[in-house]
């Protein structure tokens, strides 16, 4: 493979000295528009590209942030990181982005192989428990806010959805339909998503004895959906309604409803957190806990750029609603006793 072209064929070629090229790629204050000009021309002309990179960290800026997410096939990610990289390039910002698939020895591999490469990281950790991941934040040496995690004892920067909020007005609704026996399918019991949800379903029926509502944890994954429906359907104690704990575990539910033949809200109540463009093809429309990504992204972009400024702004939250539609319904037989 040929050789890169470097600022020494430029300054061979331009008749200059490399120091010469070196000032007026760098965009140096004291170069003549003349020497500008030789150079500027001789480098168009053998094609140099200059390192960027190299130029960053040389001026301690790269002008890049990093953002890892534990499945950026997930749409909530996929939404929330093109607005975040929308405000990050206003501000002259490009993104490096890093899938951890989930694993926090991921988290902190790509933390470790992005920290000389970029001025900041917005980071969705696997595992907010995980002892080494605490450990690798705490020697990071650049500004990072966290996306929707909250980690015990700290103070770091994070902007955090209010789940607790959106979950209780979800049950609420079912319980107030008449469903007695409500179950929630959620993901990793390690992130503040799901343990927020827990906390506020603890405290959901305290003055409501004859509701029953069970959570399963396990992974934001359609297998954890599926199995975890086919249990519960399959129990002498069933749930009239289920709350998926995201769209990737609506979409196991939803396999399972469908082998097992079973019609929604006729013979099943079912609520769904997010929005998804595949949902809009689904009759009856879902009920859906809602929360908006592109608010999020902003705001996480924005809570760096503030960041990398010098400002030590912590927690920023931000709303969840529910939206109720025809997927929830009296369980049938309080509608056949209507």
């Not at 592109?294 to 920023?316: C, H, M, P, V, Y």
Request: proline share 7%; aromatic share 4%.
């Amino acid at each position: 493979m040929p050789r890169p072209i470097g600022i020494h064929d430029v300054a061979k070629k331009a008749g200059v000295a490399a120091s010469s090229v070196s000032r007026v790629i760098s965009g140096h204050p004291n170069v003549s528009p003349e020497m500008k000009e030789r150079v500027l021309t001789a480098a168009a002309a053998l094609g140099y590209e200059p390192n960027i990179l190299a130029q960053g960290l040389r001026r301690g800026s790269t002008q890049t942030i990093g953002l890892v997410v534990p499945d950026i096939s997930n749409p909530l990610f996929s939404e929330l990181v093109f607005h975040a990289e929308n405000t990050l390039n206003a501000a002259g910002y490009a993104l490096l982005i890093a899938n951890s698939q989930g694993v926090p020895g991921s988290d902190i591999t790509h933390i470790k192989l992005l920290r000389q490469r970029v001025d900041g990281f917005l980071l969705s950790l696997s595992d907010e428990t995980d002892a080494q991941t605490a450990s690798a934040l705490k020697e990071l040496d650049k500004p990072f806010v966290l996306l929707d995690r909250d980690i015990a004892k700290t103070k770091y920067s994070s902007v955090l959805w209010d789940h607790g909020s959106g979950i209780k007005a979800a049950a609420t609704h079912l319980a107030d339909l008449g469903h007695r026996r409500i179950a929630m399918i959620d993901g990793n019991p390690r992130v503040h998503p799901t343990r927020a949800r827990s906390l506020a379903l603890q405290t959901a029926f305290e003055d409501r004895p004859e509701v029953h509502l069970a959570k399963y944890d396990g992974a934001f994954t359609p297998d954890h959906g599926e199995r975890t429906t086919d249990f519960l359907l399959g129990g002498e104690n069933a749930p009239t309604a289920i709350i998926a704990g995201s769209v990737q575990i609506l979409i196991g539910v939803l396999r399972c409803l469908r082998r097992r033949k079973l019609r929604v809200p006729d013979d099943l109540s079912l609520v769904t957190i997010d929005h998804a463009p595949m949902l809009e093809f689904i009759d009856p429309p879902l009920a859906t806990i809602d929360r908006d990504c592109g608010d999020f992204g902003r705001a996480a972009a924005q809570l760096l750029l503030d960041r990398l400024e010098g400002r030590t702004t912590r927690k920023r939250p931000l709303p969840v609603n529910f939206d109720p539609k025809s997927s929830c319904a009296p369980p049938m037989d309080k509608a056949r006793s209507a």
